[in-house]
């Protein structure tokens, strides 16, 4: 009974050595004794010799490797600080082994054949070019170079991808204190320009107070240099039709400016001024207060 037991158990174990699956994202590769024996690409239950071969798996996915940043020198001789994401896959499980064997070592060779194909393309265009118009064709560049040489690895580049570009931070410093003062100066001229046209717009401000009050006083003379001539035709008029009427009431008019105040005059009994004065409205004014004739 003891060793059927045993024998069932030994069994046991020597299938689950024997067997293994891949999933759907896999692929395998069977070594004996270390030499590669069989590549597995399809899904599904497999089974090797327990204890003399072993199963290697690996990745079947795309898959992302990003690069530690890295300064390059453009053709201008400024200095860039850019920071690379690449996506590749294993195309040949024989090759990849055979060449980098894990997934360290690809990733340590993809970086160093991108970081050695972009130095190239960088060291070749000018820095605005990089930053602006040329980027995308540069790249383009870039993951076919690293394709071509990234093929003799067993390894397919999808794409090459800029993930940051700086500048060093002693180049930014001086960047943005230079960025800074241009700030400033443009800030001080458009307060300049703003101060002259505000001064301009007072000052045309005040020339048109200026001229509509000087409209305003001519105005206000013409209208009363009319009015003036309109009473004096009235007047003339008035004194043309009735001579003593118009004399009368101009005598009234100075008895009213005359003895409505508090001034004495000294007059003779057969002035000019007093040929009215005993006429009805004459006695009236005689007998307000303070007021009289000396």
Request: glycine share 6%; proline share 3%; hydrophobic share 40%.
């Amino acid at each position: 009974m003891i060793r059927v037991v045993l024998a069932i158990i030994i069994i046991l174990v020597v299938l689950a050595q024997s067997a293994f699956v891949i999933s759907e994202g896999e692929q395998g590769m069977i070594l004996q004794f270390g030499k590669p024996m069989r590549i597995i690409r399809q899904p599904g239950l497999y089974f090797k010799y327990p204890l003399i071969q072993d199963l290697i798996l690996l990745d079947k996915r795309i898959l992302v490797a990003e690069a530690r940043p890295a300064e390059y020198i453009t053709l201008d001789k400024k200095r860039l600080t850019v920071d690379t994401v690449s996506r590749w896959k294993i195309e040949d499980p024989l090759i990849f082994y055979q060449t980098v064997q894990n997934y360290q070592g690809a990733i340590a060779r993809m970086n160093d054949i991108i970081s050695a194909r972009l130095r190239q393309e960088i060291a070749n265009h000018f820095f605005k070019d990089f930053i602006r118009e040329e980027r995308e064709r540069i790249m383009r560049h870039v993951t076919a170079g690293t394709a071509d040489v990234a093929s003799k690895f067993g390894i397919s580049v999808i794409d090459v991808r800029i993930k940051r570009v700086d500048l060093p931070e002693e180049v930014q410093n001086s960047v943005f204190a230079r960025m800074k003062a241009e700030r400033e100066r443009i800030a001080k001229r458009y307060r300049a320009e703003g101060e002259e046209k505000a001064k301009e717009i007072r000052a045309n401000a005040n020339k048109e107070k200026e001229i509509i009050l000087a409209e305003a006083y001519r105005q206000s003379e013409v209208l009363s240099g009319e009015g003036d001539a309109e009473a004096t035709a009235i007047y003339a008029d008035a004194y043309g039709k009735d001579e003593n009427f118009f004399s009368f009431t101009r005598h009234l008019e100075a008895y009213k400016k005359i003895f409505g105040t508090e001034t004495s005059l000294m007059l003779r009994p057969d002035s000019e001024l007093l040929k009215y004065f005993d006429s009805p409205l004459g006695q009236q004014l005689k007998q307000l207060p303070g007021k009289g004739q000396k």
